[in-house]
């Protein structure tokens, strides 16, 4: 069974620094996609970037951006220049190709100190 | 579009009533799912439907659980009887097949406690 694991459950970081949240997976297949979705005190579940198994460049969208290690089989998520509007609940999730699916990880509760 | 659109957004009821979850796709996504989070377990996946047909139910916790999609622009998550330990937040997501490297797009969820 597919697994994703969140190691962090809570981060903290100073206003404009840079945190990395980890996420590591459990998978037998070769094509599947990963997601970092972000859940703000609002609920909603928001998909901040998304990384395909088979391409090597690393994801970025603005001030985030992955390190995607398929061989270690890890997906971290790189906050630059944090605000405070970055504080939420970060889910790593995992979907395998062809399925619709998504594993989601327990999650990291980033905190942004001013 | 207006996004998948869930209601109520909050529920309060007693043990023993039912209770009726709602979801609106949007328009044109063909695959459906309903999540719940709690703290204990995280995310999970009761259930998802293709073309409005269930595909995947072997998240449903019990019978006590019913999801249907009679069209596809309308879901329901019936829980009856509910109990307490059926408190969680209820997330109704869709996606678009030929997109699906897109991810979901997830409605606002229901907040549901029992009492």
């Known amino acids: 069974a597919q697994t994703v694991t969140q190691s962090q459950p809570e981060m903290s970081v100073q206003e404009a620094e840079t945190v990395t949240l980890s996420c590591t997976y459990d998978?037998?297949?070769?094509?599947?996609?990963l997601f970092w979705y972000k859940q703000p005190p609002s609920r909603q579940m928001i998909l901040v970037i998304r990384?395909?198994?088979?391409?090597?460049q690393n994801a970025t969208e603005n001030r985030f951006s992955v390190n995607f290690q398929k061989a270690a089989k890890s997906f971290s998520l790189k906050i630059s220049d944090s605000q405070l509007g970055d504080a939420a609940m970060y889910f790593c999730?995992?979907?395998?190709?062809?399925?619709?699916?998504?594993?989601f990880g327990q999650g990291t509760r980033l905190t942004i100190n001013p | 579009d207006a996004g998948v659109i869930q209601s109520p957004r909050h529920e309060v009821t007693e043990m023993g009533q039912e209770v009726t979850l709602r979801c609106k796709p949007i328009?044109?996504?063909?695959?459906l799912f309903w999540y719940r989070q709690t703290m204990m377990r995280g995310l999970e996946l009761l259930i998802y439907?293709?073309?409005?047909?269930?595909?995947?139910d072997s998240g449903m916790p019990e019978d006590r659980f019913s999801a249907k999609m009679p069209n596809a622009s309308f879901s329901t998550l019936k829980i009856q009887p509910s109990e307490p330990r059926d408190s969680a937040v209820y997330f109704c997501?869709?996606?678009?097949?030929?997109?699906?490297?897109?991810?979901?797009?997830f409605g606002s969820g229901t907040r549901l406690t029992v009492v």
């Open positions: 997501a869709s996606s678009l097949w030929e997109r699906g490297a897109q991810g979901y797009t």
């Open positions: 998978t037998s297949e070769s094509d599947y996609y």
């Open positions: 990384q395909e198994a088979y391409k090597q």
């Open positions: 999730a995992y979907k395998i190709q062809g399925a619709q699916k998504l594993v």
């Open positions: 328009s044109g996504h063909d695959y």
């Open positions: 439907f293709n073309n409005n047909v269930p595909i995947d």
